[in-house]
T-cell receptor, first 116, second 111 residues
Framework: NAGVMQNPRHLVRRRGQEARLRCSPM?????VYWYRQLPEEGLKFMVYLQKENIIDESGMPKERFSAEFPKEGPSILRIQQVVRGDSAAYFC??????????????FGPGTRLTVL | KQEVTQIPAALSVPEGENLVLNCSFT??????LQWFRQDPGKGLTSLLLIQSSQREQTSGRLNASLDKSSGRSTLYIAASQPGDSATYLCAVTPNDYKLSFGAGTTVTVRA
């Protein structure tokens, strides 16, 4: 059973460009979470999605950031008009359910975004 | 708001020495606590998960304790090896799915 897959692993963008980060959850997992790790900081929750639904986007900046998890294909985290402060590692996690008392979240290798 | 703190931020020990990593959290209403390992440029590997009803978990040379009432967890790594060099993250699962992470302890084991 392949783990959570993320691509690209490294992404370089110039200020003002768009960044698209992809996440394929583990087989059988329909719950996807995105976290951001800024330099020298812990991972911070951004958004929680189920297939075709955004359940909780309370941790995501209101502007320029969006996420989706379509019926077919990977989950996408999109950052429009990137700024240097967006440089971070973005991790995706998946779980078979949102029953936190039972199911843990499995993390992907992350996408390291560098904004020049 | 849950805050997770890890002390020390960095640790360097000679090979063979035991490691003690500390994690504290402010809100004791948690479902579980996890310890992760993060290698440079890599993802997170779950090492141990302790349910809130448990006091400790063991896996090989690793042992993690949990004192929920005082908001503390400790990860012990016995007989450290250079391959143990990594950043260790503590994360608590509150009443929902939003894991709260500490900033991590970066461990260097000198050969």
């Amino acid at each position: 059973n392949a783990g959570v897959m993320q691509n690209p692993r490294h992404l370089v963008r110039r200020r003002g460009q768009e960044a698209r980060l992809r996440c394929s959850p583990m087989k059988g997992h329909s719950h996807v979470y995105w976290y951001r790790q800024l330099p020298e900081e812990g991972l911070k929750f951004m958004v929680y999605l189920q297939k075709e639904n955004i359940i909780d986007e309370s941790g995501m900046p209101k502007e320029r950031f969006s996420a989706e998890f379509p019926k077919e294909g990977p989950s996408i985290l999109r950052i429009q008009q990137v700024v240097r402060g967006d440089s971070a590692a973005y991790f995706c996690a998946s779980s078979p359910s949102d029953r936190v008392s039972i199911d843990t979240q499995y993390f992907g290798p992350g996408t390291r975004l560098t904004v020049l | 708001k849950q805050e997770v703190t890890q002390i020390p931020a960095a640790l360097s020990v000679p090979e063979g020495e035991n490691l003690v990593l500390n994690c504290s959290f402010t809100d004791s209403a948690i479902y579980n606590l996890q310890w992760f390992r993060q290698d440079p440029g890599k993802g997170l590997t779950s090492l141990l998960l302790i349910q809130s009803s448990q006091r400790e978990q063991t896996s090989g040379r690793l042992n993690a304790s949990l004192d929920k009432s005082s908001g503390r967890s400790t990860l012990y790594i016995a007989a450290s090896q250079p391959g143990d060099s990594a950043t260790y993250l503590c994360a608590v699962t509150p009443n929902d799915y939003k894991l709260s992470f500490g900033a991590g302890t970066t461990v260097t084991v000198r050969a």
